[in-house]
């Protein structure tokens, strides 16, 4: 197979040719040369582009991306940085899971009022406490420093 222009490798991975240009910027993929103006990639990007859309979806930042693809093309894994992935997908998880219960019971609690409910207030008292809800994103990097203590 010949090398795909930029239009090319967009049509076939879903991938904005702006956003092509960006991951070639950060070295997440290389082009190959120019048809005209427009950049040429190997076939082989698309396979990288889908590596890159499943770092994505697992909640990877494009610098972590970089570190797991590597240079020369071949993924570089690093177990331990996606066991930490695993981990704070599970705290993301339970926080969500409290988060739906909380909300399916202050739907459904026959309580005059919500903070004369018992589960509410304590669903509060969390909140407050910072247990569950918006906290500071934590990079897979400190995640994987937190576990190896």
Known sequence: MSDLDINEVAKRSGVPPSALRFYEEKGLIVSVGRRGLRRTFDPAVLQRLALIAMGRAAGFSLDEIARLLGQEGQPRID???????????????????????????????????????????????????????????????????????
Do not use: N, Q, W, Y
């Not at 981990?87 to 998880?93: E, F, G, H, M, V």
């Not at 026959?110 to 994103?137: D, N």
């Open 79 to 149: 177990r331990t940085l996606l066991v930490a992935k695993a981990d704070a997908l599970d705290s993301t998880i339970r926080e969500l899971s409290a988060m739906r219960d909380g909300l399916r019971h202050a739907a459904s609690c026959r309580a005059p009022s919500h903070l004369e409910c018992p589960t509410f207030r304590r669903i509060l008292r969390a909140a407050a406490s910072g247990r569950i809800g918006v906290r500071r994103k934590k990079s897979v990097k400190d995640a994987a420093k937190s576990r190896a203590r």
